[in-house]
Nanobody
Framework: QVQLVESGGGLVQPGGSLRLSCVGS????????MGWFRQAPGKERELVAS????????DYVDSVKGRFTISRDNAKNTLYLQMNSLKPEDTAVYYC?????????WGHGTQVTVSS
């Protein structure tokens, strides 16, 4: 079955950086457009960034453009999100999944907290 395991979150001060990782298994990772999503308390889950199967096209929500970078290593079935210049409003649980056909079984996510 599909498994998605996110890691790399933590507590960071405003202006700091984190790098998130997501390992996918149980499906052919390399053929899917993958995405990073986040859900803040009391808010709906939103797509933050996505990357096509071979990384040729990247897409970001306006609020993270210029600060976040999505990448992938298909040989390792791994998706990354480099987050720089973090802001308190980036605080959320971050998840990865297929962008256009999300697996029903979301991972546990990784908590990112931006606070001084």
């Amino acid at each position: 079955q599909v498994q998605l395991v996110e890691s790399g979150g933590g507590l960071v001060q405003p202006g700091g950086s984190l790098r998130l990782s997501c390992v996918g298994s149980g499906f052919t990772f390399s053929i899917y457009t993958m995405g990073w999503f986040r859900q803040a308390p009391g808010k709906e889950r939103e797509l933050v960034a996505s990357i096509t199967s071979i990384g040729g096209s990247l897409d970001y929500v306006d609020s993270v453009k210029g600060r976040f970078t999505i990448s992938r290593d298909n040989a390792k079935n791994t998706l990354y999100l480099q987050m720089n210049s973090l802001k308190p409003e980036d605080t959320a649980v971050y998840y990865c999944n297929r962008r256009y056909s999300p697996a029903d079984s979301w991972g546990h996510g990784t908590q990112v907290t931006v606070s001084s």
